[in-house]
C-alpha cells in the first residue's frame, strides 16, 4: 500500500504527519493548564471560559474556519500583523497546524479534565500542608497521577488532527504541497474522474493511523496507569 502511493499522495501524508505532530505539540502545555484551571480552580466567567473551549465542537468546522481567516488572514487583526513581520499563517502549512490544534483541543481538555478530576484533592492538600508549593505539588504529585489521561488527550487530538477538514480548508484551502492533508487530498481526489484509486489509498492510510495511535495510547496508558497504581 505505502510503496503503490505517488509523490504527492506522499506529500498529503506527510505534510498531514507534520501537521498533527505541531498542532498537538504547541497545544499541549496550553491544554494541560486550561484542564487544570477548570478542574481545580474556582474564578469568575469558569463556564464562558469551559464554553469557549468546547465551542469548536459544536460549531460547524467551516464556520471555525472561517473566523480563523478572517481573524489571521492577510487583513484581519491578528494575520496582518503577522504579514508585516514575516510570519503569514493564512493559506500555509501553519495556519493548517493551528486549525488543527483548534478543532482538537477540546477533546485534549477534556481527556487531561477528567483525569485530574479522579484524583483524590486530599493527596495534593498533603502535600501543600508539608510546605510543597502549588507547582510542585502539580509537578510530584498531580502530574504522575494524569499522565495516563494527558497521554490520551495527546493521541486523541494527534488522531483529530489528522483528520481535519472543514475549518483546514475554509482558512488554508486545499494547495498540493503546501496545505494539502490527507482528508483535503481524499476530497481532491473524488472530485476528478480515476481518482477513486488514489482516494482509497489514502482512506486506508488514515484509518490504519489513526487506529494505530489510539491502540498505541490505550496500551501505554494501561501500562503508566499500572505503574502509577503500584
Known amino acids: 500500500m505505502i510503496d503503490a502511493l505517488t509523490p504527492a ?28 484551571a477548570l478542574a481545580r480552580w474556582t474564578f469568575p466567567g469558569k463556564a464562558i471560559v469551559n464554553g469557549l473551549v468546547h465551542l469548536p465542537l459544536v460549531l460547524p468546522p467551516v464556520v471555525t474556519g472561517y473566523m ?14 503577522l504579514e508585516a513581520i514575516g ?10 497546524a493551528l486549525a488543527a490544534a483548534i ?9 487531561i479534565r477528567l483525569s485530574i478530576e479522579a484524583v483524590d484533592p486530599k493527596l495534593e492538600q498533603a ?4 510546605g510543597a508549593s ?16 494527558i497521554l490520551a488527550g495527546t493521541i486523541l487530538a494527534f ?30 481526489f473524488l472530485q476528478i474522474p480515476g481518482g477513486e484509486g488514489a482516494a482509497l489509498r489514502l482512506v486506508v492510510i488514515a484509518v490504519v493511523v489513526s487506529m494505530g495511535a489510539l491502540l498505541v495510547s490505550e496500551w501505554v496508558a494501561r501500562r503508566l496507569a499500572a505503574r502509577v497504581g503500584s
Open 9 to 36: 499522495e506522499w506529500q498529503a501524508l506527510n505534510l498531514s504527519l507534520r501537521v498533527s505532530f505541531w498542532a498537538t505539540l504547541c497545544s499541549l502545555p496550553i491544554g494541560v493548564f486550561t484542564a487544570y
Open 68 to 81: 480563523l481567516l478572517i481573524t489571521f488572514g492577510p487583513r484581519g487583526p491578528i494575520g496582518s500583523v
Open 87 to 96: 510570519l503569514p499563517v493564512a493559506f500555509r502549512w501553519s495556519g493548517a
Open 103 to 111: 478543532m482538537a483541543f477540546p477533546l485534549m481538555v477534556r481527556a
Open 127 to 130: 502535600a501543600a500542608t508539608l
Open 134 to 149: 502549588r507547582a510542585w505539588v502539580f509537578a510530584t504529585v498531580t502530574l504522575p497521577l494524569v499522565m495516563p489521561g
Open 159 to 188: 488522531a483529530k488532527a489528522m483528520g481535519e477538514f472543514g475549518a483546514t480548508i475554509t482558512f488554508v484551502s486545499n494547495i498540493p504541497g503546501q496545505t494539502q492533508t490527507l482528508p483535503t487530498a481524499i476530497y481532491a
